[in-house]
């Protein structure tokens, strides 16, 4: 009995700082979506969906291409480092890959700023080398540049979990492979990409609520409508106050990310049973 | 060895880093042969057997087969299939998908795919099992299906990396025979790397033994056992037990000279070649005689040697003594015990002892 409530008297602190800084918070929040001026209703939500479906949209198009494009950046990244045969070219992407994942979203948002900008360094070099006439020149400082930006940045986490999953495969499956006559591509998305599946498919959920909650990269990029459901959500408290539909939007971000996180859930359990 | 190959390896050499794995490689294997290349862990007889299948260049040296040089052509365009140490299947496909992924990289017809693919599990008795995942297989129908899935493709040449090694010691008896059955019927060539020493002589035409990335020796499973070339051979096909002994050739025999445990004597050199001097004498626990007395030795040519009984053990089927003979201790067998403590006469017949130069003779 006594060794029971020492363990509960140590886990205690742990369970408070959740409770009451995590879960008690989103509740509140959670109850805060339904409250219109002190009484409960859906006016929140119709507001919201009033003013913000677009950027619902907008979000879940701009964090779903991400989330696609990271994917197939991490595997041929991993999959270079995995089948690339020629070993310098293998030490410096290996060295190289990681770097943006130690670089702040906002970085990330000014160093784009610049680059992508109509009269930006990509641009710049594109018409000095004759690719492009100054008045073709376009700003990418728009959806295009958001979803650089995340590809950018996320790309190395999911390549480095990626890789390690890659890493750890049976080499012999490879070898058999290409003992049968597959080519690399072949290899790589037939034999190592469906034994790395789970990983890949964690880190690129992990990367999908990352992506969700970054307030940065829109406002330094995309300073327009329609936007992001994080730039909404503090443009409603910070210019309005307005509490109660910034909560209905946070909650709406809460369900996209759940609704990822479950068909994880579901396909891990898949897997398992 | 210089019959017309089908296979051919030439003065085939290959190096990792600055270790020299394999040196001076030459081996002429015939169309339908069964070849076993037999050495300890680290001889280089996976590194010779990838090097055949293309997974890795030789430094010099070159491989033929029906006289085209293969030696930098991929794996898939040399006719010959592997089997995995470890089966190497494809966790994520079916039975039937294992097998068939060679057709299928071939670009055979779905249909014609099906049939060959049910043709093997029948072949191999995998009927039924097409639908599992290899994770649902027992470890002999894992295997199965890793040499169905090389089969498949209908190799010239079949190359198997220990294909035995994981499997429990009871099934792995009788997957011997029936692999050998089964190369035997389809006809085809196949190089099977071991280390274990029976599986070899059970399942090869020829054996090939390698030490240190060399040939030590090739020949049939009685030539490599009973007319060892080197003191290593001699050593790695079982004859453990080795005496220092000297003497000199005197016409076709050998004269031994008189040593701690031993009479002069003389044994016929059948075709060996010995320089006089320093000689090791090696010999099986099972190819020596116990006698209780010096008056009951057989009169057939051998070595006699006087001894003394340290230990006895029954590890089955007879009784195995360690014997104290002068400075050294052997191992002998004999249908029934000697208590320790006695003094026994051990007797070698002369085609039973293999004598080589001391290396620093």
């Keep these: 009995m006594s060794r029971r409530l020492l363990g509960l008297t140590l886990v205690f602190p742990a369970l408070a700082v959740i409770a009451f800084l995590f879960i008690l918070p989103l509740i509140m929040s959670a109850v805060g979506a339904f409250q219109v001026d002190g009484a409960f209703g859906w006016g929140n939500f119709q507001k919201m969906f009033d003013l913000y479906t677009k950027d619902i949209v907008f979000t879940v198009v701009i964090i779903s291409i991400s989330t696609v494009l990271i994917g197939i950046a991490s595997i041929a990244i991993g999959g270079y480092l995995t089948l690339g045969e020629h070993p310098v070219a293998v030490a410096i992407l290996r060295w190289l890959y990681r770097w943006p994942m130690f670089i702040p979203f906002i970085v990330v948002g000014q160093i784009l700023r610049t680059f992508l900008s109509k009269n930006g360094m990509m641009n710049n070099v594109a018409i000095n080398l004759g690719l492009l006439t100054p008045i073709d020149a376009v700003s990418f400082l728009d959806w295009r540049g958001i979803v650089i930006a995340f590809v950018w940045k996320q790309t190395p986490f999911v390549a480095l979990l990626v890789a390690g999953a890659m890493a750890s495969i049976n080499r012999e499956t490879i070898d058999a492979a290409r003992n049968l006559g597959a080519s690399r591509l072949r290899v790589l998305i037939e034999i190592v990409v469906p034994q790395v599946g789970t990983t890949l498919t964690v880190g690129l959920i992990l990367s999908f609520v990352t992506m969700m909650s970054v307030l940065s990269v829109p406002l330094m990029i995309n300073a327009q409508t329609p936007t992001m459901l994080t730039a909404d959500i503090a443009f409603r408290v910070n210019s309005y106050g307005d509490y109660g539909v910034a909560n209905a939007l946070g909650l709406i971000s809460l369900l996209l990310a759940s609704s990822v996180a479950w068909i994880y859930l579901r396909a891990s359990l898949k897997e398992r049973s | ?361």
Excluded at chain 2, 237 to 261: C, I, K, R, T, W
Excluded at chain 2, 346 to 359: G, I, T
């Design chain 2, 1 to 361: 060895m210089e019959r017309d190959g089908f296979l051919e390896l030439r003065g085939v050499a290959s190096r990792y880093g600055s270790t020299q794995v394999l040196s001076d490689i030459d081996l002429s294997i015939a169309k339908g042969e069964f070849v076993a290349l037999l050495g300890s862990s680290g001889c280089g007889k996976t590194t010779l057997l990838r090097l055949l299948a293309g997974f890795i260049s030789p430094s010099s040296g070159e491989v033929k087969v029906r006289h085209r040089d293969v030696t930098h052509l991929p794996p898939d365009k040399r006719g010959m299939a592997l089997v995995f140490q470890s089966y190497a299947l494809w966790p994520h496909m079916t039975v039937a998908q294992n097998i068939g992924y060679g057709l299928k990289l071939k670009g055979v017809a779905r249909a014609e795919i099906a049939s060959r693919v049910s043709a093997m599990q029948a072949m191999l008795g995998l009927e039924g099992l097409e639908a599992r995942k290899p994770q649902a297989l027992s470890g002999g129908q894992r295997q199965r299906v890793a040499l169905g899935r090389a089969l498949a493709i209908d190799p010239e040449i079949l190359l198997l990396d220990e294909p035995l090694s994981n499997l429990d010691a009871r099934i792995r008896l009788s997957v011997r025979h029936e692999l050998r059955a089964l190369q035997k019927r389809l006809g085809i060539t196949a190089i099977h790397v071991t280390h274990d020493r029976e599986e070899a002589m059970v399942m090869a035409d020829r054996i090939v033994i390698l030490n240190a990335g060399r040939i030590a020796q090739h020949g049939s499973p009685e030539e490599v056992y009973n007319r060892p070339a080197s003191a290593f051979v001699a050593a790695f096909m079982g004859a453990e037990n080795v005496l220092s002994l000297n003497g000199h050739p005197d016409g076709d025999a050998f004269m031994l000279q008189a040593g701690p445990a031993n009479e002069a004597t003389t044994v016929q050199l059948a075709g060996r070649h010995l320089l006089p001097g320093a000689v090791e004498a090696r010999f099986r626990p099972e190819a020596a005689h116990l006698f209780a007395k010096e008056e009951f030795l057989p009169r057939r040519p051998g070595v006699a040697f006087r001894g003394e009984v340290l230990a006895v053990a029954y590890p089955g089927g007879h009784w195995r003594h360690v014997v104290r003979l002068g400075d050294r201790e052997i191992m002998a067998d004999a249908p029934q015990a000697f208590s320790p403590g006695m003094r026994v006469a051990v007797h070698v017949p002369a085609e039973s002892l293999f004598l080589f130069n001391s290396p620093t003779s």
